[in-house]
């Protein structure tokens, strides 16, 4: 069993790969399972964990487990509060092939599935990127955005100032024109899209800020209890999520279905449907888009395909 380390992992995951195989697994399709969570009991003053396990796999070709450990209480010891692994079996065998860095394969994947759907929704000519939140993923979706659209100009806004100054100063040292805004609903108005990676629970993107025919771009909102935009934010707007999964798990969308604002029957598609063809992205009539997304685990598999192919055939 191979044993591949975090560079190894990147350097396979450039985005003008990743992108297509995600494409390419949401139109061919595999079996997800619902992801198992189990919670593990504190120790004296600590809190406890949450293991996630995320099962995928295509029949006769691979299996793929991505183990996601949570333990809130690792800020005190200095530790990052996530660590994940993926490991990648033969399905046939069900022989072990790679251990490979999940947290690489997660936030990778998470910006690429969410320029993979703006390569279907977003103007084809957006030149104006507003990030909002600049953590690990928020980091990575300048690279992806502007790996299927002309992205010239990008703002970045966090809670945290700090973060955002380095992300904007990391994005100028690739010649890319960056700023951090230094007001989020006038960054809001100028930009042709607008990508949220937070962990919010109260909506940091207002609808009356956004442009008639921009994309908003919505990925932190993961539990009931997490929100990004506001009720605005869909009114008037063409809905898409990543999978079904979404509307169980979302506060983005469960909260505004509870008061009316729209009915699931009103989402336009999954990315699924965007991937094959079977609904058509932006046309010239359409206003705003929003995408939302929680994340699967068929994205997962995909990355680690594409990054266990790539050492096998280096």
């Not at 660590?83 to 072990?96: C, I, M, N, V």
């Not at 809670?159 to 990391?170: D, F, G, P, T, Y």
Request: glycine share 8%; net charge negative.
């Amino acid at each position: 069993m191979r044993t591949i380390d975090t560079e190894t992992t990147r350097r396979a995951l450039r985005f003008e790969r990743l992108i297509p195989a995600l494409r390419d697994m949401f139109v061919a399709g595999c079996e997800v399972p619902l992801r198992h969570v189990h919670a593990l009991p504190g120790q004296a003053a600590q809190p406890g964990g949450t293991v996630l396990i995320m099962p995928a796999w295509q029949e006769g070709r691979y299996l793929g487990i991505k183990t996601v450990n949570i333990f809130p209480g690792n800020a005190e010891r200095g530790l990052p509060g996530l660590f994940s692994t993926y490991t990648l079996y033969d399905a046939s065998t069900g022989e072990p092939l790679a251990q490979i860095d999940g947290n690489e394969i997660t936030s990778r994947r998470t910006a690429a599935a969410s320029a993979l759907a703006a390569s279907y929704l977003a103007p084809a000519q957006a030149r104006n990127l507003l990030v909002v939140g600049c953590g690990r993923v928020g980091g990575l979706v300048p690279e992806a955005f502007r790996t299927v659209r002309p992205i010239e100009r990008i703002a970045v806004w966090d809670r945290n100032e700090v973060a955002a100054k380095e992300l904007a100063a990391r994005l100028h040292a690739q010649d890319i024109d960056a700023f951090v805004a230094a007001d989020i609903g006038q960054a809001a108005s100028e930009a042709d899209i607008v990508s949220c990676a937070t962990l919010a629970t109260q909506p940091v993107i207002e609808g009356a800020w956004l442009r008639p025919h921009s994309h908003l771009d919505l990925i932190g909102s993961f539990t009931p209890q997490m929100r990004e935009a506001d009720d605005a934010a869909f009114v008037g707007a063409k809905l898409f999520i990543d999978t079904r999964e979404a509307l169980q798990k979302s506060g983005e969308l469960l909260g505004p279905m509870s008061r009316g604002v729209f009915a699931a029957t009103n989402v336009a598609g999954e990315l699924a449907d965007l991937a094959s063809g079977r609904v058509q992205g932006r046309t010239g009539s359409d206003g705003r888009t929003v995408f939302k997304a929680v994340g699967t685990a068929l994205e997962d598999l995909a990355a680690a395909i594409l990054v266990y192919e790539s050492v096998e055939t280096a």
